[in-house]
């Protein structure tokens, strides 16, 4: 099976090492198409399903979504813009939410995306901590990931 046959059968992010790899063995310029960099914006773009503001680092989808989760939201792929990097590459902006009920009291310092319906926790950041109160509720603003292009 020649490499571009398999690139075609393989995930966006596996497919994107494997090329990234193969050129730099090859000693070739190092270059990725847009597309490539948005397969992987994509997975996060079309599968995240809610946000949730955690006390601490979530590594698992149970983390993420209950373990150290006080508060989250409903999200949808309109939540999500992918647009050319600030420095260079690719980047997905993700829209502000507003009044999301916190459940658990504790101070957030983590963002998680998940796919609830394939229970995979999709993408973690951090950000300013912030005090939460069960029965409140919190304003999570715009912020945004980028993958760069490779150098």
Not at 64 to 86: K, P
Not at 102 to 128: E, F, I, P
């Amino acid at each position: 099976m020649t490499l571009l046959a398999f690139l075609a059968f393989t995930s966006p992010w596996i497919a994107a090492a494997i090329l990234s790899l193969s050129l730099l063995l090859l000693g070739m310029a190092k270059s990725v198409h847009d597309d490539v960099l948005d397969g992987a914006l994509n997975i996060v773009k079309n599968n995240c399903t809610r946000m949730t503001l955690c006390n601490a680092e979530p590594t698992t989808y149970t983390e993420g979504n209950a373990t150290f989760a006080l508060a989250d939201v409903t999200m949808a792929s309109g939540d999500f813009t992918a647009a050319n990097g600030d420095t260079n590459g690719r980047k997905l902006t993700v829209a502000a939410k507003n009044a999301v009920p916190v459940d658990t009291s504790g101070t957030s310092t983590h963002v998680a995306l998940l796919d609830v319906t394939n229970s995979k926790l999709l993408y973690v950041t951090t950000h300013t901590s912030q005090a939460l109160t069960s029965g409140n509720t919190a304003n999570i603003g715009s912020w945004k990931f980028e993958i760069a292009d490779p150098t």
